[in-house]
């Protein structure tokens, strides 16, 4: 009688926890995807568009502002779809952000540009990017929770990996419509063909849809149902204040490293002279690896612990940033792609595939989905504006040393954050760590 039921118990399990993941992977796809496609047409055709100006450096600003206001709605979408998650349960949350995510991005698509009908295109564009931000904020969290909670104790970094690898796979969409689009040629991509790419997120979103409609709740969640805070985020603040800002620590260098490999790279390699093609081949290929790369580091930090994966990706960025920067201005473009390769392909890799784990570890389960959200508020809106940051530090400085300086102190900053993490870790017996 056991053996049948463990026979039908087994393969359902195994059908949920892959149904998990592969929600959460779609659902980082998409974030991902709209985020990467407004950084990529913002500095090849948002700031011309959107933001025209006789100074090129201003318009790209324009732009990059734009891009910044994403992150702050980020905290409020946090807070309210971290409360809905911890309350109702993770699955509500993410049917919730995906759909806003999905309308956002084609609302772009559709928007009238700045010699259509003046002012009203920009403010658009940021009402729609403000929209993103806040769908991005409860995203997160719940996709994250999603995957680990459904996952085998001894197996959470591995399944945190695949749901990690949805970043990748977004970068590499992006960039692939957008490469693909340019072979238009040059007039048809600055006319129309830029829309193409926010367009075609529908297809993600219904994708999307589907998965989450067979995927059941986290099972841990479920499991804590009875003890459910009535207000999470009070609690949040009021018994996990210093774990909260711990998490953001280890947050920050993650976050802040592919704004600067990406979004700024791109930016960077354009005032440069750097083909953008070229830029964009980088990208994608660097992407590419990281989404393959990231499984085999969260499958290592199964079996040697969670710090050491971690903060090698840390003190690697640290390592390698000024040499990337340095690399992309070279006119050989195999050199460029390389950095690229190495940075986000590597570096990047180790700690966006080990981190689901980490802050899952951090925070007890009736409190997860508010204490992720809140870590992540405590730096949305600061590390949002680390593109026109750096953008500004290089045109001020004419060096890029001044920009490679900023992420090694950020390095620092999350590497000190790292080793915390770890001492209460400990404390809560998380052997993984």
Request: a positive charge; one cysteine or more; glycine letters at 10%.
């Amino acid at each position: 009688m056991s053996s049948a039921l463990s026979a039908t118990t087994i393969p359902h399990q195994r059908r949920k926890r892959a149904l998990a993941a592969a929600a959460a992977t779609v659902g980082n796809a998409l974030q991902f995807y709209d985020f990467f496609l407004y950084a990529t047409a913002a500095v090849l055709v948002l700031n011309r568009d959107f933001f025209p100006s006789a100074n090129a450096t201003l318009s790209m600003t324009g732009a990059l502002a734009g891009y910044a206001v994403g992150f702050v709605s980020r905290p409020l979408g946090g807070i309210v779809f971290g409360y809905l998650g911890d309350r109702f349960g993770r699955k509500t949350a993410m049917t919730w952000t995906l759909g806003l995510m999905g309308c956002a991005t084609f609302g772009i698509g559709i928007l009238p540009t700045y010699n259509q009908v003046g002012l009203l295109a920009p403010i658009l564009l940021i009402s729609l990017r403000l929209v993103q931000g806040f769908a991005t904020g409860g995203e997160w969290g719940n996709g994250i929770l999603m995957a680990t909670e459904n996952a085998p104790p001894e197996k959470r970094g591995l399944y945190g990996a695949w749901s990690q690898a949805g970043t990748g796979f977004g970068f590499v969409l992006a960039s692939g419509m957008f490469f693909l689009v340019r072979q238009y040629g040059e007039h048809a991509f600055l006319s129309w063909g830029w829309r193409i790419p926010f367009l075609a997120s529908i297809f993600v979103v219904f994708v999307g849809y589907i998965i989450r409609w067979y995927v059941g709740e986290s099972e841990e969640f479920l499991g804590v149902n009875h003890c459910n805070s009535e207000n999470p985020i009070r609690d949040v603040l009021h018994s996990q204040r210093t774990v909260m800002f711990i998490a953001a620590g280890v947050i920050l260098a993650e976050i802040c490293t592919p704004l600067l490999t990406t979004t700024f790279a791109l930016a960077y390699g354009g005032l440069i002279g750097t083909s953008s093609e070229t830029m964009l081949a980088g990208v994608t290929i660097s992407m590419a690896v990281d989404m393959c790369v990231m499984i085999f580091f969260g499958y290592l930090s199964d079996k040697i612990g969670r710090t050491k994966v971690y903060g090698f990706g840390i003190i690697a960025v640290a390592a390698m940033i000024h040499p990337f920067f340095m690399a992309v201005g070279s006119p050989n473009r195999f050199v460029v792609i390389a950095a690229f390769v190495v940075i986000n392909g590597i570096c990047h890799a180790a700690m966006v595939a080990t981190q689901p784990a980490v802050l899952t570890e951090l925070f007890p389960p009736h409190l997860r989905s508010s204490g992720l959200a809140l870590s992540q508020s405590v730096i949305a809106v600061v590390v949002g504006f680390l593109p026109l940051v750096a953008t500004t530090l290089f045109y001020r400085t004419g060096a890029i040393q001044s920009v490679s300086c900023l992420m090694i102190f950020i390095s620092l900053t999350s590497f000190a954050s790292l080793l915390l993490a770890r001492g209460l870790a400990k404390s809560l017996n998380q052997k993984a760590f």
